[in-house]
């Protein structure tokens, strides 16, 4: 038997050259879902709550970063 432990995903955004858009990615569907008071400041670090369930009923997501 495996056990499987999760941790919530971290960034430290002080290493971003700029505001990021921030989203996770359902891969599942292909489906992006907004990360609430995007876009980021570049500061400090932050932890992110994935949104749940996804469209097949499984946790996986993808957190996407992206400076403009």
């Known amino acids: 038997m495996t056990a499987i432990t999760w941790a919530m995903p971290s960034a430290n ?3 971003l050259s700029g505001p990021a858009a921030a989203r996770w990615f359902d891969p599942t569907s292909g489906e992006l879902k907004a990360i609430e008071g995007a876009p980021l ?3 400090g670090s932050r932890e992110f ?3 749940g ?3 097949a ?3 996986d997501w993808v ?3 992206e400076v403009k």
């Open 63 to 65: 957190l996407v970063l």
């Open 41 to 43: 400041p570049s500061t």
């Open 13 to 15: 955004l002080a290493k």
């Open 53 to 55: 369930k996804n469209a």
């Open 57 to 59: 009923g499984e946790s």
């Open 49 to 51: 709550t994935p949104p």
